[in-house]
């Protein structure tokens, strides 16, 4: 890298120092990859910088991340390609370039904030480096986020082949597998791996001379005898398939079959999912401060996790009724919905339940109001460890398996699971620090509202503990070529006058699994699906659109006979409605193809308990008038009854209308799927997940909602087109269905997190994967870093 770098030094040497002179002009000591790239190609645009254009030098400057300016020395940091860094220091003047540490580059950064003196100050630098010296890593790019095959791989050819034990621990992991202290799979009658061998050929022959029908129960005396106990199947051909499963990998393992054998293994009974913040509930609590599709989220999943479970249970013979339990905060002043109950069932299962668990102060009693999610750190460890023993109480013992959600819910998750010694899996949802530009940096200015110094230190303890980590896109791990990944901005940052991390998280960890989301097809489904619609709510719904202006809507809409232009989410500024807005409202060519419909947060801004949300609703008034929307644009208050949003999407797309997702970061996004399900082309941000969803051109569009103007046109243009050929929208619409259907349903997500959370319990029983030396470590990150922070944080 640097050898190109200093030929084009070289080469180059006036045009470049010329470029650098305005790099430098623009008077700021940090510059963004926007900065460097905008400023670079405006100047190949002149004829000074025209010689540059087509050199190798493009390539470096787009993909310089930052730069750090301290004439006549300038740090840039590069990002090669999908997860690879590099750091380099160049002197503007002599025109030489070197690479640095990583270390010596946050460094740089830090002297931003505090001058040079921060070179004297002793600074804690985290390296999770040496811990996994001994650990497998992953090489490829493109194996990022399918990390149990690289495990699989990795680990069945090493403990298989090479050392040649692994037949034996799998042996011992059978023979000691008890499910509610019933022992499970084999008997003490096969003391050792011959006899297992020899066993096995038994019930074979004997299996296969009786009739396909025959069942467990039919062979249970004999197989007992032999060694088995249940497990292995309900009907005799199941029994044989695992029996034969097993048989082959004694004989020759393959990583293939030692996943399938695994996933078949009765394991999981009982789940734990954590998700403290917000207002947990099944209704009435969508588009609430901090409440979200992280809770729709978790109640699809829930819905799904059960169903998969009760049929492989099924399948393995067993008649064992599988317990789900969300965990929450118990908030007594629940404004209306049922936050203040300790125990709800969950609708659509049979067994899952709520169970909340308040917050206390350091008297002990429960505080009563919602607190937001920035402010909940110091609240947590009571909160884990009273959480540890309701849940077991209510369990009757410790669940089988802990999921974490969000920063706060995964950070319990991992004090649970090392409580418990239980697996445990991360999901982030939306990881903060890629939302606000140089939160880690500038920490202290965000120090009263957001508190991200608690964040990302609970981000990291929890990432480094997780047994395993789900994410619904491969860029919210690495990225992009162009973008850099939610995980990935956790691998080295600095946060001066706290500590400097050089190694925090390693997209190419094995522990990454992308494993999407869907939509609940029971309430999300194609507008074209006539039988299935909601008609007698379309009365309802074309009064909450065209209706008079009344006590929960804004503005109105004169000519029903356009198509909608339809947006709907919490009113968060990262969600940039208003922006939205703004564009519809400054584009004459949109505002005469369409009308707008906005859905989200309150019309009167003293309804709302949220900073955020409230100048939201302020800004959202004033560009009504300043625009003069009205006869043009409604916007309605946020929706809470699934079934009325579900056919609300369906209600537009029969306008021939489209779904807009003008968000400036979003980490997935579900009214994406659940708008593309419905059938309505959507248009949603190219940043954080929208870019992996759609097929920009074939299943909706991206937009750059740095470019709201841009967006507009196209949205105008694409309605224009279909106005004069509606075969435009229907091929889009088709488009969207087809890609929802084939990459995001919850029946393939619950598959794949129960088989996932079989294999990583499996390998955490046989290998030292839960990383003692690493947990040792983040024991003392947590006691010595986290709590004193979460600690300042006033309690109330
Ligand atoms: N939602 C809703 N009513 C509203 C706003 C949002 O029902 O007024 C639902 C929406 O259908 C989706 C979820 O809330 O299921 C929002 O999830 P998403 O992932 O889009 O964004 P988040 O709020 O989690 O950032
Ligand atoms: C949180 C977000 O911000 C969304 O982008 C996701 O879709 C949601 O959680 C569910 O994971």
New binding site residues.
């Given amino acids: 890298m640097t050898t190109r770098l200093d030929e084009m030094l070289g080469a180059h040497r006036r045009e470049i120092q010329h470029l650098f002179r305005q790099y430098i002009g623009l008077d700021r000591p940090l510059l963004l990859r926007s900065d460097l790239v905008d400023a670079y190609e405006s100047f190949c645009e002149t004829p000074a910088g025209r010689p540059l254009a087509d050199t190798p030098f493009t390539p470096i400057i787009h993909a310089a991340q930052e730069a750090v300016l301290f004439p006549p020395l300038i740090y840039l940091s590069i990002r090669l390609g999908v997860a690879g860094w590099s750091y380099v220091e160049i002197h503007a003047d002599e025109m030489r370039s070197h690479e640095i540490s990583v270390s010596e580059f946050l460094r740089t950064k830090e002297r931003v904030i505090h001058g040079s003196s921060a070179d004297d100050d002793w600074v804690v630098e985290i390296d999770l480096r040496p811990f996994e010296r001994g650990f497998p890593k992953m090489r490829e790019t493109r194996s990022i986020g399918r990390g149990v095959e690289f495990l699989n791989r990795h680990l069945s050819s090493r403990l298989f082949a090479d050392i040649g034990r692994g037949d034996q621990r799998l042996f011992d992991f059978l023979k000691v597998h008890e499910v509610r202290g019933k022992q499970m799979m084999l008997n003490g009658q096969i003391r050792d791996l011959d006899g297992l061998r020899e066993a096995l050929g038994t019930a074979h022959d004997y299996l296969r001379t009786l009739r396909p029908n025959s069942e467990w129960t039919d062979v249970e005396r004999d197989l007992v005898t032999l060694g088995f106990e249940p497990g292995w199947g309900r009907t005799v051909p199941q029994v044989l398939e695992t029996m034969g499963l097993l048989s082959d990998i004694l004989e020759a393992p393959s990583p293939h079959i030692l996943e399938h054998f695994l996933s078949r293994i009765p394991m999981i009974f009982s789940i734990a999912i954590i998700s403290p913040h917000g207002y947990f509930g099944q209704a009435d609590v969508?588009?609430k401060p901090d409440?979200?599709?992280?809770?729709?989220?978790i109640l699809d999943q829930v819905r799904a996790l059960e169903r998969a479970m009760r049929q492989s249970i099924h399948d393995q013979g067993l008649d064992i009724e599988p317990q789900i339990l969300v965990l929450t905060r118990l908030i007594p002043e629940s404004e209306g919905t049922t936050c203040s109950q300790r125990i709800e069932r969950i609708h659509g299962t049979e067994y899952a339940r709520i169970l909340r668990i308040p917050f206390r102060d350091l008297d002990g009693a429960v505080i009563r109001h919602w607190i937001s999610r920035f402010q909940i750190w110091p609240h947590l460890e009571r909160f884990a460890h009273d959480a540890a023993t309701e849940m077991v109480a209510e369990l009757g013992e410790p669940p089988d398996f802990i999921i974490g959600n969000y920063s706060d819910g995964n950070l319990v998750a991992s004090m649970l699971s090392s409580i418990l010694g239980v697996t445990q899996c991360n999901i982030a949802?939306?990881l903060e620090k890629t939302k606000y530009l140089h939160s880690d940096l500038y920490w202290k200015d965000h120090e009263a509202d957001h508190h991200f110094d608690c964040q990302y230190t609970a981000d990291l303890i929890s990432m480094n503990t997780a047994d395993f980590i789900i994410t619904s896109t491969y860029q919210e791990i690495a990225g992009t070529r162009n973008s850099v990944g939610q995980y990935e901005s956790y691998r080295s940052f600095t946060m001066p006058g706290l500590y400097r991390v050089l190694a925090g998280i390693d997209t190419f960890d094995p522990k990454f699994n992308i494993v999407a989301p869907g939509?609940d097809a029971e309430i999300f489904f194609p507008y074209h699906a006539t039988e299935l619609r909601l008609i007698e709510l379309h009365d309802e719904i074309r009064d909450m659109v065209f209706g008079k202006e009344r006590e929960d809507a804004h503005g109105s809409i004169r000519d029903p006979d356009k198509p909608l232009v339809f947006a709907?989410?919490?009113l968060?500024r990262?969600?940039n409605m208003t922006g939205l807005v703004e564009w519809f409202g400054r584009s004459p060519e949109l505002r005469r193809e369409a009308n707008l419909f906005v859905?989200?947060?309150f019309i009167d801004p003293a309804r709302s308990s949220d900073t955020d949300e409230r100048s939201q609703i302020e800004r959202m008034h004033s560009l009504f008038e300043e625009l003069e929307l009205d006869g043009q644009a409604r916007w309605l208050?946020?929706?809470?009854?699934?079934s009325l949003?579900g056919e609300l999407y369906r209600f537009v797309a029969d306008t021939g209308g489209i779904f807009v997702?003008p968000?400036l970061f979003?980490?997935?996004?579900?009214?994406?799927i659940?708008a593309m399900t419905s059938g309505l082309p959507t248009f949603a941000t190219c940043y954080g997940g929208p870019l992996e969803t759609i097929e920009h051109g074939v299943s909706g569009f991206h937009l750059d909602p740095n470019h709201g103007d841009e967006a507009a046109a196209r949205m105008a243009a694409f309605l224009e087109e279909c106005r004069k050929d509606p075969d435009t929208w229907r091929r889009i619409s088709t488009g969207a269905i087809e890609r929802v259907e084939s990459r995001y349903t919850w029946e393939l997500y619950a598959e794949r997190l129960l088989a996932l959370s079989r294999i990583y319990g499996f390998w955490k029983f046989i290998s030292n994967i839960e990383r003692e030396e690493t947990s040792r470590y983040l024991q003392m990150f947590y006691g010595l870093m986290f709590r004193p922070l979460a600690q300042r944080i006033d309690r109330r």
Avoid: P, W
């Avoid at 409440?291 to 989220?297: A, H, L, N, S, W």
């Fill in positions: 969508l588009g409440t979200g599709g992280q809770v729709v989220y949802h939306a939509a709907m989410s919490r968060d990262i969600k859905v989200g947060g208050v946020m929706q809470s009854n699934k949003v997702q968000a979003e980490a997935f996004g579900l009214t994406v659940e």
